[in-house]
């Protein structure tokens, strides 16, 4: 027994050097954790909302002071004394405090941090590493669907951005993400280094052919001047087999191309002369799913186009998934309505999209229920908490999309895994 003594939050700077919210939760019995909340700058409307000063004198207006205020004005009496291992009544507490459906009063980055500082108290306090508590609150999540499956902790299969484009690197290509899927790797440490392997080969091709091959964007991906997406994915592809390694077998390629972005209310603007139509748009992500070995589409059409994703299900070769992110926002019920129109079969899962552990966990049940995959994903903006690389493990998340291997609030959660891999390897998988 260990009971909620005194939270603690402090303002400290993600990736982008803009304000984040850290949190540390301390117990009776002397256990305490702490998270730090990411952010991104690709947001899907239906995501749940950050809160921020908007007092232009500090930091631009992006300021977490009042979100600290709050969080040690309300949030901290309401859950002192509470069982810190009981993270589904906190959580639901958390939600109830804020009243709104879009966490809009106390924020969801206020919420979010709380409740991951105190899963990492709770890990404390049982004396067990974070992801396997994880695993014991995703086996017993309340109100989820039943699951069919033991979902023993396993390594996901890293997506790594190597060129960025989007909001992630303005001024270049449209689409957001061309990233690397180490498929055929026989473990994570193998895949680690072919990844490594390839984003070094492709600054090399990027330079040999006059294209900006050393500045990273947001994430760590290169940010070249490129005609289109589908330059980027040409260069990855030689890059890839200049390494020594055979795209389309070994390594995969799966394009974020986060469209709801560059939507224009009538066409999808992927250049300054490239106007499609979403049945275009449509026919032009099948097109790339069968020019390219593409193993995974994520957001090809826009935020609110439910019926195009669906037909757009249909006409995909089966083994391409599809994945909602800013289609989704890791809500339950936007993923309910993904599953019965069949609008995809993955979810991209981000934390903060929705605001507390057990609903990002309720989530991801409603998806494995229908035989959805789950892709964790870290955000644009990030930090050195590594929580989201746990949570993928401890739920047997199919893929974690976490960025480039360049930038260290990346390479905290590449690092991780291979911690979690040792373990994993010695205690379920030997
Ligand atoms: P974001 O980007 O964190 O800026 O939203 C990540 C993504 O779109 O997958
Ligand atoms: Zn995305």
Same mark, same amino acid.
């Given at each position: 027994?260990?009971?909620?003594?005194?939270?603690?939050?402090?303002?400290?700077?993600?990736?982008?050097?803009?304000?984040?919210?850290?949190?540390?939760?301390?117990?009776?019995?002397?256990?305490?954790?702490?998270?730090?909340?990411?952010?991104?700058?690709?947001?899907?409307?239906g995501e749940a909302?950050?809160?921020?000063?908007?007092?232009?004198?500090?930091?631009?207006?992006?300021?977490?002071?009042?979100?600290?205020?709050?969080?040690?004005?309300?949030?901290?009496?309401?859950?002192?004394?509470m069982e810190v291992t009981d993270q589904f009544a906190i959580d639901k507490l958390l939600v109830e405090l804020d009243?709104?459906p879009e966490k809009?009063?106390?924020?969801a980055?206020?919420v979010l941090?709380v409740s991951l500082?105190v899963a990492?108290?709770a890990a404390?306090?049982q004396?067990?590493?974070l992801f396997v508590h994880l695993h014991r609150l995703w086996l017993s999540v309340p109100e989820a669907p039943e699951l069919s499956d033991p979902w023993p902790p396993k390594?996901p299969?890293?997506?790594?951005?190597?060129?960025?484009?989007?909001?992630?690197?303005?001024?270049?290509?449209?689409?957001?993400?061309?990233?690397?899927?180490?498929?055929?790797?026989?473990?994570?440490?193998?895949?680690?280094?072919?990844?490594?392997?390839? +984003? @070094? /080969?492709?600054?090399? $091709? !990027?330079? *040999?052919?006059?294209?900006?091959?050393? #500045?990273?964007?947001? =994430?760590?991906?290169?940010?070249?001047?490129?005609?289109? +997406? @589908? /330059?980027?994915?040409? $260069? !990855?592809? *030689?890059?890839?087999?200049?390494?020594? #390694?055979?795209?389309? =077998?070994?390594?995969?390629?799966?394009?974020?191309?986060?469209?709801?972005?560059?939507?224009?209310?009538?066409?999808?603007?992927?250049?300054?002369?490239? #106007?499609?139509?979403? =049945?275009?748009?449509?026919?032009?992500?099948?097109?790339?799913?069968?020019?390219?070995?593409?193993?995974?589409?994520?957001?090809?059409?826009?935020?609110?186009?439910?019926?195009?994703?669906?037909?757009?299900?249909?006409?995909?070769?089966?083994?391409?998934?599809?994945i909602g992110d800013?289609l989704l926002c890791t809500q339950a019920p936007r993923v309910q309505k993904g599953v019965e129109l069949q609008a995809a079969n993955a979810v991209l899962v981000k934390m903060n999209q929705v605001g507390t552990l057990s609903e990002t966990l309720r989530t991801m049940r409603i998806a494995r229920a229908a035989g959805w995959k789950c892709i964790v994903s870290?955000?644009?903006?990030?930090?050195?908490?590594?929580t989201m690389?746990d949570l993928a493990v401890a739920t047997a998340a199919e893929g974690i999309?976490?960025?480039?291997?360049?930038?260290?609030?990346?390479?905290?959660?590449?690092?991780?895994?291979?911690?979690?891999?040792?373990?994993?390897?010695?205690?379920?998988?030997?």
């Open positions: 027994m260990s009971r909620i003594r005194q939270l603690i939050a402090r303002e400290v700077l993600d990736s982008r050097g803009k304000p984040t919210l850290e949190v540390e939760v301390h117990c009776t019995s002397g256990h305490w954790g702490r998270a730090i909340v990411p952010s991104g700058a690709s947001t899907g409307g909302r950050e809160l921020r000063d908007q007092n232009p004198q500090w930091y631009e207006g992006q300021g977490v002071q009042r979100a600290r205020e709050l969080l040690h004005r309300e949030i901290a009496p309401a859950v002192k004394n009243g709104t809009g009063r106390l924020g980055n206020t941090g500082a990492h108290a404390q306090v004396g067990c590493p390594i299969l890293p997506q790594t951005n190597m060129i960025s484009g989007g909001l992630h690197a303005p001024g270049r290509m449209a689409v957001q993400d061309v990233l690397a899927v180490p498929q055929a790797a026989p473990d994570y440490p193998t895949a680690l280094e072919w990844l490594v392997r390839i +984003h @070094r /080969q492709l600054g090399r $091709l !990027l330079v *040999q052919r006059g294209l900006e091959g050393h #500045l990273v964007a947001d =994430e760590g991906g290169y940010g070249p001047q490129l005609k289109d +997406h @589908r /330059q980027a994915i040409e $260069l !990855l592809y *030689q890059a890839i087999h200049q390494s020594g #390694l055979r795209p389309g =077998e070994d390594v995969l390629v799966a394009v974020d191309v986060a469209s709801s972005h560059f939507w224009n209310g009538t066409h999808y603007r992927l250049g300054p002369q490239w #106007l499609l139509t979403p =049945e275009e748009m449509i026919q032009h992500a099948v097109e790339l799913a069968q020019l390219y070995p593409i193993s995974s589409l994520e957001d090809p059409l826009h935020e609110e186009a439910w019926s195009d994703w669906a037909r757009l299900r249909r006409q995909l070769p089966p083994q391409v998934d599809l800013d870290a955000r644009s903006g990030e930090t050195e908490d590594t690389a999309k976490i960025g480039s291997v360049t930038r260290s609030e990346r390479l905290a959660k590449y690092n991780q895994l291979l911690r979690l891999w040792e373990q994993v390897q010695r205690h379920w998988n030997p």
